[in-house]
């Protein structure tokens, strides 16, 4: 992908893109269009974020944090 279609990307999920939010600390992880293709569920936006997904049940999946220094629930005030 060359970097005007990563821009016209860009632009296109700040404009449509739903806000990913972590389920423990509220932040924004990313913005994502989901697309249903098949047997697959992708969620264009996502590329580049590191977080950990989790089936809560079979049609509910939960985002979080990976790194906890990223996470401000779990910093810890010294
Ligand atoms: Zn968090």
Redesign the pocket.
Known sequence: MGARQRAIKRTLLRALGHPVR?E??G?TLFRAVPVVARGRVKLIGAECALVRVDFDSMNHLSF??VQADR???QRVVA
């Open positions: 972590c423990l600390c932040e979080r944090h996470c401000s629930s």
